[in-house]
């Protein structure tokens, strides 16, 4: 199932798992979100409810609309990641990329702030794209991904909640990031994806303040 596939190359990719598959906390339909949330219009939304209790657990979902997981079996990026399908693609991709990465911070007990998210889910766009395309054109160097990622993408305010200086902060501190890897991967190239993967997997594992540190210093 396409979710299980990119919760699994994401994991692969920064050698983290959890004990739950996304498909156990997916959503779609809205009518069964809380009713906080029912009138959102994005197609990609992770719901984290807070204890009552402190020491409780929070409760969280994973909404994704049904429409947009209809259009990724028709054509699944896994098998061929194109112009057609990358939008949906990097919806479902942010979406899995939000659940394993609190999941995964949850069971080391470590908190995650909201920029921590977004910032590592547009580091997981690129770099789980990047290993995609290679797998499926293996001759051929994705010189595009960072441009259609980041130059081309833009806020919607009207799903932004009024974070779009967040959001933007997110995007910037990860684009930064994946310029240095896309210098890294270009110089050194397939041979040594190795020493790549050996930096995204202690970038994951660092906190939110320890990222934007490491990111300004590359820089």
């Not at 833009?154 to 933007?168: F, N, Q, S, V």
């Not at 190239?189 to 020493?195: D, F, K, P, S, V």
């Amino acid at each position: 199932m396409i979710l299980t596939r990119l919760q699994r190359l994401i994991g692969g990719i920064y050698d983290v798992s959890v004990a739950h598959d996304v498909y156990d906390f997916l959503v779609t339909d809205r009518a069964h979100l809380p009713a906080s949330v029912r009138g959102r219009a994005a197609e990609e939304d992770l719901i984290v409810a807070q204890p009552a209790e402190a020491g409780g657990e929070a409760g969280v979902c994973l909404y994704l609309d049904p429409g947009l997981l209809q259009r990724l079996a028709r054509e699944d990026p896994t098998v061929r990641l194109h112009d057609g399908n990358v939008a949906d693609y990097c919806k479902a991709l942010e979406g899995v990329s939000h659940f394993l990465y609190l999941a995964w911070n949850a069971g080391h007990d470590r908190p995650v702030s909201i920029l921590e998210l977004e910032m590592q889910a547009e580091v997981d766009k690129y770099v789980a794209s990047y290993w995609l395309l290679r797998r499926q054109l293996p001759g051929r160097f994705p010189a595009e991904l960072r441009r259609i990622l980041f130059e081309r993408a833009r806020i919607d305010p009207r799903l932004a909640d009024g974070r779009e200086h967040l959001y933007r902060e997110a995007s910037r501190y990860a684009e930064k990031f994946c310029r240095r890897l896309e210098q890294s991967l270009r110089r050194r190239g397939a041979g040594t994806e190795g020493e790549v993967l050996s930096e995204l997997r202690r970038f994951y594992r660092l906190t939110n303040a320890r990222k934007q540190a490491r990111i300004d210093q590359l820089a």
